[in-house]
């Protein structure tokens, strides 16, 4: 586990290569954890070995070989390639990006390109007993569809992958700006921004607010509706789960 302070990576702020393909620079902390891995006792083929094994994968059975935790991923890997994106997305190439690190975890970075021009971030996380890909990161895996927050069928989600910068709009049930912290969420799965809202006094996210992204970042978050507030496009930012888009 690599043992850096969060609010270090936070202050540092890991900056990284979006959907649109603007290049970006690693901090200096991240960019020396991640390589100095791995490590002597390091077991099994290297992270880029393991994204070239994954992305070749033609079967359920053989792309679980090649992600972590198969268990809690095999179901919605399944979904994935039987009923969602997977099942038209056709890779054309990757290249590696700069590494990067949290306080949990480690990982290689790999820019997938789909033949239709999409993206996806495939990221391998690695310790000492090995490397995999995380699924959940690569599928930019929501627990609740996007379907279903933007109508109001789900009142909260505990797990959502965005992209998250400043923003300014105060408005409707959110318009007292002594109160909340706007931001403005993003995905390469909405069609146009949302609005979230960050209550000021919630001391499970004082860290995350001292330190709000400029430009749009990965988090992965938790978020829920206020009355109806979703007819406006705006939710409440309940908890960040991790920078980035990989669990510890």
């Known amino acids: 586990m690599i043992g850096v302070p969060l609010s270090i990576f936070l202050f540092l702020g890991i900056r990284h290569l979006t959907d649109d393909n603007r290049d970006v620079e690693v901090p200096p902390i991240a960019t020396e954890l991640a390589q100095t891995a ?6 099994g083929l290297q992270p880029g070995q393991i994204a070239d094994k994954f992305l070749a994968a033609s079967t359920p059975q053989e792309r679980l070989r090649w992600v972590r935790r198969p268990a809690e991923v095999a179901d919605l890997m399944e979904r994935f390639y039987r009923d969602g994106p997977g099942v038209s997305e056709k890779v054309a190439d990757h290249h590696e990006m700069p590494p990067a690190a949290t306080d949990d975890h480690a990982f290689e970075r790999f820019t997938v390109t789909m033949t239709d021009g999409s993206r996806r971030l495939l990221c391998v996380p690695f310790d000492e007993s090995g490397a995999r890909v995380d699924f959940k990161s690569y599928a930019r895996h929501c627990s609740k569809p996007w379907s279903a927050i933007l109508d109001g069928t789900a009142a909260k989600a505990d797990e959502m992958r965005v992209f998250l910068q400043q923003g300014s709009y105060y408005n409707f049930a959110f318009a007292d700006e002594s109160e909340w912290l706007c931001l403005i969420a993003t995905s390469p799965d909405l069609e146009n921004p949302i609005h979230l809202y960050a209550r000021k006094n919630n001391p499970d996210l004082l860290l995350f607010l001292q330190n709000l992204p400029q430009e ?17 496009r705006q939710w409440q930012l309940t908890r960040v789960l991790s920078i980035g888009w990989v669990a510890p």
Request: charged letters at 10%.
């Open 216 to 232: 749009p970042q990965r988090y992965t978050i938790a978020l829920e509706n206020t009355g109806q507030s979703h007819l406006n």
């Open 38 to 43: 791995p490590p002597p006792a390091w077991q």
